[in-house]
C-alpha cells in the first residue's frame, strides 16, 4: 500500500466504532436505537430493524416469526455518521427468546452500550449478554433509561450494577429529581445542567454552571431536589470510584449517563461522550497472531449467516467482520477454509427492500456477502495470508427436542434441512446411540420455533418436535473408560462428529455423575 491509502486507511479505521446494544426486552433498545440513528441520519442498514416498529424494512418469509409475534429473530447492523465518526450498531435480539446468533454477534462488537430500565435494573437478559462482553473484556456504557418514570434510587441501580455484575461504575452525569419531578441532570465533566423539558427535546437547554454549589444549579432543582443532588454528587466525589480509562477500557469500569430515550433526552451527550470514550476497531486474535486493523492486507471472519432475507432469492447473506485491510468490490480473497480464491463480487448491505452494494468498507465494518452454501460460521477470508479467527464461542444447549418427520418419504428432505440448518449454527443436533433418535439442542426456544418454520417453509418438511426435560449437554472424555460404558441416569448421545455426549435433567444428576468418574473430562463445548 502507498503512503497515501495507508493514510487513508488510518483515517477511516479512527474513525469507526462498532458496538452492540445490551439489555433485556422493553429497556427501550430500539427507542434508544432510533433517536441515534436520527443523529445521524442513517446512511445503511443492513438486515433488519425490529419486525415490529420497522416493517418497511427487509422481511423475509420465515421472519412471519418475528411479525406475528412482534421480536426479532435474528441480529442485523446499522450503520450512520455522526461528527466525522462512522457508526456501526450491532443489533441484537431483544426477546428472551434469543439464540447463539445473538452472543456471536457481540464477537463483531469493540464495545456494548447496556441500557437499563431505571425502574427495573439489571435483568436477566442483560445478565447474559453482559456475561459475554466481559468474558470478551470489552468496554461497556451503561444507559440508564425511562428517567422520566419513577425508577429506583440512582445509588442503588449503581450498587446492582456491582452487586449482580460485578462491575464498577463512574457516573458522567447525575439525575435531578425523578419521574414526574424529574428536572435533568447535572454533568460532572462539564459542570452543567441538562434540562429536562419533556418533549423531544429538539434543542437541550443547557446551563453552564461553576460547579454543584452554583446558585443557578439551586435555581434549576428546586431547594428540595438540590438538597439531594449536592448529597449525592459529595457522595460520589468522596467515596465514588475515580474516573479511570484503562478501566474503562479493559471492562472494570463503566462510565454511567442517565436519560430518557424516548424523549430524546440525555441521548445525544451520551452519544457525543461514548464516541470519544469507546475504542477505534481493536484487533483480533487469529491463527497467526493478533491481527491489527490497520495491517494492509485484508481479513475478516463470518459471525453470522441468514437464510433468504428476500423472499425473492433463495440465497443466504453471511454477515462478515472485517478485521485488518480495506475491502473493494470484487476482489479476489482467499477462503480459508477450503483453501480457495474467490470473488467477493456481491457484497451488499440493506436498506428496505433495495439492496444496496457496498464499494468499499474498513476494518470495524460488517458486509453482508452473497452465499451460495460455501461459507459457515467462523470461516476466514483473507487477503493472501492463511490466517485463521479464533473468534466465535459455542455455547452449551439448554433446551432439547426429539424431533421426527411426518411423513417418512420425505427423509432426504429432512436430512438435508437438518444439515444446513445445523450448519449455520443455531441449532445442533444429536443422536441417541441405540436407537438412532435425532434430538436437537438449542440456547433458546425460540430456535425451535424456527427450525419448524424453516423446515416446512424452505424444505416442505413437516416435523414432529417433543420436548424433553434435559437442562444440559456435556461432551465426555475419558482415557480409561469409554464413555458408552458409564453406568448414569442420563441420555448418552452422539454429536454430529460422533463425539459422546450426555444430556442430563438436573445439575444434581450431572454433579452426581462427575463425582462417580472423577477421572473423565464433563466439558461444555465439542472437544
Ligand atoms: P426494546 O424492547 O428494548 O426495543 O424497547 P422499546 O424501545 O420497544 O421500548 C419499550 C417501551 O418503553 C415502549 O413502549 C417505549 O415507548 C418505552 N420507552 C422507551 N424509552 C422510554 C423512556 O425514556 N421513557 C418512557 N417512559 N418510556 C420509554
Not at 442485523?76 to 452472543?103: A, K
Not at 447535572?186 to 443547557?206: A, C, N, P, S, W
Amino acid at each position: 500500500m502507498s503512503k497515501n491509502m495507508l493514510d487513508k486507511m488510518r483515517e477511516e479505521v479512527l474513525k469507526r466504532r462498532t458496538f452492540a446494544i445490551i439489555s433485556h426486552p422493553d429497556a427501550g433498545k430500539t427507542t434508544l436505537t432510533e433517536k441515534l440513528l436520527l443523529f445521524g441520519g442513517a446512511i445503511r442498514l443492513a438486515g433488519t430493524v425490529k419486525g415490529r416498529k420497522a416493517s418497511k424494512h427487509a422481511t423475509s418469509d420465515w421472519m412471519e416469526i418475528e411479525k406475528q409475534r412482534g421480536i426479532s429473530v435474528t441480529s442485523s447492523v446499522m450503520q450512520f455518521d455522526y461528527e466525522g465518526h462512522r457508526v456501526n450498531i450491532l443489533d441484537t435480539p431483544g426477546h428472551q427468546d434469543f439464540s447463539e446468533d445473538t452472543y456471536r454477534t457481540l464477537t463483531a462488537a469493540d464495545s456494548a452500550v447496556m441500557l437499563i430500565d431505571s425502574a427495573k435494573g439489571v435483568e436477566a437478559q442483560t445478565k447474559k449478554l453482559f456475561q459475554v462482553c466481559r468474558k470478551r473484556g470489552i468496554p461497556i456504557f451503561t444507559f440508564i433509561n425511562k428517567m422520566d418514570r419513577e425508577g429506583q434510587n440512582p445509588f442503588e441501580l449503581l450498587e446492582e450494577l456491582e452487586q449482580v455484575l460485578g462491575i464498577r461504575s463512574y457516573p458522567m452525569n447525575w439525575p435531578i429529581g425523578s419521574g414526574k419531578q424529574f428536572r435533568g441532570v447535572y454533568d460532572r465533566k462539564m459542570t452543567q445542567v441538562e434540562l429536562f423539558q419533556g418533549d423531544d427535546h429538539k434543542e437541550i437547554q443547557v446551563e453552564k454552571v461553576e460547579g454543584y454549589e452554583d446558585p443557578l444549579v439551586k435555581k434549576i432543582a428546586g431547594e428540595f431536589f438540590y438538597d439531594q443532588l449536592v448529597q449525592d454528587l459529595e457522595l460520589l466525589d468522596v467515596a465514588g470510584d475515580e474516573f479511570d480509562m484503562e478501566k474503562v477500557r479493559s471492562g472494570e469500569l463503566t462510565p454511567v449517563f442517565f436519560g430518557s430515550a424516548i424523549n430524546n433526552f440525555g441521548v445525544q451527550t451520551f452519544l457525543e461522550n461514548f464516541l470519544e470514550l469507546a475504542p477505534t476497531p481493536t484487533p483480533r486474535r487469529s491463527t497467526d497472531g493478533e491481527i491489527d486493523p490497520m495491517d494492509d492486507k485484508f481479513t475478516g471472519y463470518i459471525f453470522k449467516i441468514q437464510a433468504n432475507m428476500n423472499p425473492a432469492h433463495r440465497d443466504r447473506i453471511a454477515f462478515l467482520r472485517i478485521c485488518s485491510g480495506k475491502f473493494e468490490r470484487g476482489m479476489a480473497v482467499k477462503h480459508v477454509r477450503v483453501g480457495k480464491e474467490i470473488k467477493l463480487a456481491q457484497p451488499q448491505q440493506f436498506l428496505a427492500q433495495d439492496r444496496d452494494i457496498v464499494e468499499e468498507a474498513y476494518p470495524g465494518d460488517i458486509i453482508g456477502l452473497f452465499d451460495p452454501g460455501i461459507f459457515r460460521l467462523g470461516d476466514s477470508l483473507s487477503q493472501g495470508r492463511n490466517v485463521e479467527f479464533d473468534e466465535l464461542p459455542t455455547f452449551s444447549p439448554e433446551l432439547f427436542c426429539k424431533v421426527t418427520v411426518k411423513n417418512a418419504l420425505k427423509h432426504k428432505q429432512f436430512q438435508k434441512g437438518v444439515d444446513q440448518l445445523t450448519e449455520e449454527g443455531t441449532i445442533q443436533v444429536y443422536r441417541t446411540i441405540g436407537f438412532d433418535d435425532m434430538i436437537l439442542g438449542v440456547v433458546g426456544q425460540l430456535q425451535f420455533e424456527v427450525f419448524e418454520y424453516r423446515m416446512k417453509a424452505e424444505y416442505g418438511v413437516d416435523v414432529q418436535l417433543q420436548r424433553l426435560n434435559f437442562q444440559f449437554a456435556r461432551w465426555i472424555i475419558d482415557e480409561n473408560v469409554d464413555p458408552s460404558k458409564f453406568r448414569i441416569n442420563s441420555q448418552l448421545v452422539k454429536d454430529k462428529k460422533d463425539n459422546y455426549v450426555v444430556l442430563f435433567e438436573s445439575e444434581y444428576a450431572m454433579r452426581s455423575a462427575m463425582e462417580k468418574y472423577p477421572n473423565a473430562k464433563f466439558l461444555e463445548q465439542a472437544p
